[in-house]
């Protein structure tokens, strides 16, 4: 069974910068691509980050210049360094997974995180 384990969320100021870790563990036999996405209350939950299997990243625009996503291939996991942190970033941020379960399947199962709170805020 794969599971999610996040971490790295927490409290800081305007202009702050915090580091989210994401995990995938368990049996898998590939992963396609992990991503972070975010919610903030009474929003719906937005794009924030993605990189594929072959390493390509992809940044919402709200974000570019400030996050950067990254991967280790060899730990299955994948980091969102955020810098520049604005009150707006606050939100639950939420890890996301697509990956063949097993060499035999022909399905792609995509799988979320309990997520990670940031707050900035003064």
């Known amino acids: 069974q794969v599971q999610i384990v996040e971490s790295g969320g927490g409290v800081v100021q305007p202009g702050g910068s915090l580091r989210l870790s994401c995990s995938a563990t368990g049996s898998l036999f590939a992963i396609y691509s992990m991503g972070w996405y975010r919610q903030a209350p009474g929003q719906t939950r937005e794009f924030v980050a993605r990189?594929?299997?072959?390493?390509?990243?992809y940044h919402a625009d709200s974000v570019k210049g400030r996050f950067t996503i990254s991967r280790d291939n060899a730990k299955n996991t994948v980091y969102l360094q955020m810098i520049g942190l604005k009150p707006e970033d606050t939100a639950k941020y939420s890890c996301?997974?697509?990956?063949?379960?097993?060499?035999?399947?022909?399905?792609?199962?995509?799988?979320w995180g309990q997520g990670t709170q940031v707050t900035v805020s003064s």
């Open positions: 996301n997974v697509l990956f063949k379960p097993s060499g035999a399947s022909t399905r792609t199962e995509s799988l």
């Open positions: 990189v594929d299997s072959p390493g390509g990243t």
